[in-house]
């Protein structure tokens, strides 16, 4: 395993480096899930962004090359829309009432959950070797995050977790929207500037003010929490970018729409782009609560990871975007 991959399973550890049956004994789970109806799109709490050229990518020495990162290149995107906030688990659970929809987590049986979350009455049925603190967990979905002692109740304004790249596209066709392009992604992101490090500018703690909810202290034996939070956040818990979008930054992994390639925007397409036409795993944006300088600085703008579409954990969300 490459040290760009090992640094990047901090954060985005794929289901298939576990081998591990489906265990779900719930018929439902194991069933496929029912065709819904398309809801008309509503804009009225989204932000329209105007498009435009920008300058994505970077060439950082703090980044990881073998992810792709740069070269720094001018790109072009559409005006659209994209939601302030990832999806919440209120928003989500609106959606399972109204379609019946039962996320691959469920159909598997299993999703990985941190290893500081636990209680010790979960049934642990697998861990990847090469990062033990992430631990397959039989139960854990998007309701119960942890396991099946685990709830939602106090969290309905958290970002959603546990949710595959499949599950998140099923929601926005229900929602009438779509997942970001990685480009549009990174233009909202970006929030009008210019090539800074984060959403609000190049330093991390601005005048010494958390700006992003990331892991505090030694990974992964001891987070300080000194931003407030352990794990996921409420969607609006720190201030939005010059585009008004919430948490870039931190919180959670967002899926965006394209497969992953280290190199086909080298040469690729300047305006609009979509990424490649096939690929095995789908970009993820924005690092999460699980990012610390010192292993997967993967909170910064322009750093990427990817993940299989079937995978899920308990730091990957999604927000949507629409077209203008």
């Known amino acids: 395993m490459t040290d760009s991959i ?13 081998s591990l049956p489906i265990v779900s004994s719930n018929d439902q789970a194991t069933g496929d899930n029912q065709a819904f109806k398309e809801t008309i799109p509503s804009k009225q709490d989204m932000i329209r962004l105007p498009g435009g050229q920008f300058l994505m990518g970077t060439n950082d020495r703090e980044g990881f090359p073998a992810d792709g990162e740069g070269p720094v ?8 829309y994209m939601d302030p906030c990832t999806v919440t688990n209120l928003e989500f659970q609106q959606f399972v009432n109204a379609t019946g929809y039962v996320t691959e987590a469920e159909k598997f049986g299993w999703s990985y959950v941190f290893h500081l979350f636990l209680s010790g009455s979960e049934k642990i049925i697998g861990s990847p070797q090469q990062t033990p603190w992430w631990l397959a967990v039989e139960g854990a979905f998007w309701k119960s995050p942890e396991g099946p002692d685990s709830d939602i109740m ?38 009008g500037l210019v090539q800074k490090r984060y959403p609000w500018g190049d330093e991390l703690k601005p005048n010494g003010k958390h700006m992003c909810n990331i892991w505090q202290g030694k990974f992964p034996e001891k987070n300080n929490m000194s931003d407030g939070y352990a794990g996921t956040a409420p969607v609006t818990a720190f201030e939005p970018n010059g585009y008004g979008l919430y948490q870039m930054s931190g919180n959670v992994w967002e899926w965006c729409s394209d497969w992953f390639s280290p190199t086909f925007h080298v040469n690729g397409p300047r305006i609009n782009p979509v990424g490649p036409s096939r690929g095995t795993s789908r970009v993820l944006r924005g690092g999460s609560y699980l990012c610390h300088k010192s292993y997967c600085n993967r ?3 322009a750093a990427r990871s990817q993940n299989t579409p079937d995978s899920s954990t308990g730091n990957i969300g999604f927000r949507c975007a629409a077209d203008a």
């Open 6 to 18: 090992h640094k990047s399973s901090c954060c985005s550890i794929s289901r298939n480096l576990t």
């Open 73 to 80: 290149r001018t790109v072009t995107v559409n005006p659209f």
């Open 154 to 191: 106090e969290r309905l304004n958290h970002p959603v977790i546990h949710i595959s790249w499949n599950d998140a596209e099923a929601y926005c066709r229900w929602a009438g929207k779509r997942l970001p392009t990685e480009a549009e992604w990174e233009f909202a992101a970006r929030g």
């Open 299 to 301: 909170y910064r703008v």
